[in-house]
């Protein structure tokens, strides 16, 4: 389950032009619906109007210019059409409790201690693991010049030559309780480059190591390069469920960026998205002799 194509276009739309002007009037036209549909609609599924949702990415790009470029506040401010340097300063304060100019200063000297650290160790990912068919082939890291919302994202990608038969996962796990007998949702923010093949993927066990419920994403895949987009897996953890695995899957070469995931318990009017669903099985084994 992801969010419906009105809200998949309007993403799409402002991730392309985030440093171009983006009048509400120009949305109906470009993503092919009705300016009061895709109000009600981007809003409902993402908690945000268009405008708030803009204001957060632009941000976020400007937190990465700060960082990675020389260039003036207030040229970043005007890049991003905030109105004056005033206002820009004070929506970065909101969202990262520091003006830009110490954000700045303060970022960067955590940037040189982080190279300092890398150039001795290779780099830790608090809570996530890298595993899969060939995981020695592939990178697990953290990206400060490429994430979504925040300072960092998660970036998984082949660092040598492989094929369509080797993959790699970032992922981890945790305990059921919390969610036990209840259906849930798990979202994220994606973005790839030059991917084979890519997507989230959740899985509940029961407590003998068997998979009761799984998604991959699969029949719905991430390939090539793409900006971010949200995506998003449903599932329902059974009463004998008693672990959650979750992360995302790079098949063959490229990238993949991940960012902001979330769970949440969900209704029963949302479908589930479950791969192992006996409404995918026929009813009765077919074609036994082979003459079909």
């Given at each position: ?89 004070r929506a970065f304060k909101d969202a990262y409790a520091v003006p830009p100019g110490k954000y700045r200063k303060l970022m960067r000297a955590v940037r040189m201690m982080e190279e300092e650290e890398m150039m001795a160790t290779s ?170």
């Amino acid at each position: 389950m992801q969010y419906s194509e009105v809200t998949q276009r309007t993403i799409s739309y402002i991730e392309c032009r985030l440093q171009e002007e983006l009048p509400l009037d120009s949305f109906p036209r470009a993503v092919g619906y009705s300016k009061y549909h895709l109000l009600r609609v981007f809003k409902e599924e993402t908690g945000r109007t268009i405008g708030e949702y803009i204001r957060m990415r632009r941000l976020a790009m400007a937190s990465m210019l700060l960082l990675y470029s020389d260039e003036s506040i207030i040229a970043i401010a005007f890049q991003l059409h905030f109105q004056s340097q005033e206002a820009f300063t004070r929506a970065f304060k909101d969202a990262y409790a520091v003006p830009p100019g110490k954000y700045r200063k303060l970022m960067r000297a955590v940037r040189m201690m982080e190279e300092e650290e890398m150039m001795a160790t290779s780099e830790h990912v608090k809570g996530w693991s890298l595993s899969g068919s060939n995981p020695e082939l592939y990178e697990l890291m953290t990206d400060s010049a490429v994430c979504h919302t925040g300072m960092k994202s998660g970036l998984l990608y082949a660092k040598e030559v492989v094929n369509e038969q080797q993959f790699a996962t970032m992922m981890q796990g945790f305990q059921t309780r919390e969610f036990i007998g209840k259906r849930i949702k798990l979202s994220c923010f994606l973005k790839t480059e030059q991917a084979d093949k890519c997507g989230a993927w959740l899985r509940i066990d029961n407590a003998s190591g068997d998979t009761v419920q799984f998604d991959n994403m699969d029949n719905r895949s991430i390939q090539g390069t793409t900006d971010w987009n949200h995506y998003s897996i449903v599932l329902e953890v059974p009463e004998d469920s008693a672990s959650i695995h979750f992360g995302v899957l790079l098949i063959g070469g490229g990238k993949v960026w991940a960012d902001g995931f979330r769970f949440e318990e969900v209704g029963q009017n949302v479908p589930t998205t479950n791969m192992l669903s006996e409404a995918q099985l026929p009813a009765q084994p077919v074609n036994l002799d082979f003459s079909e």
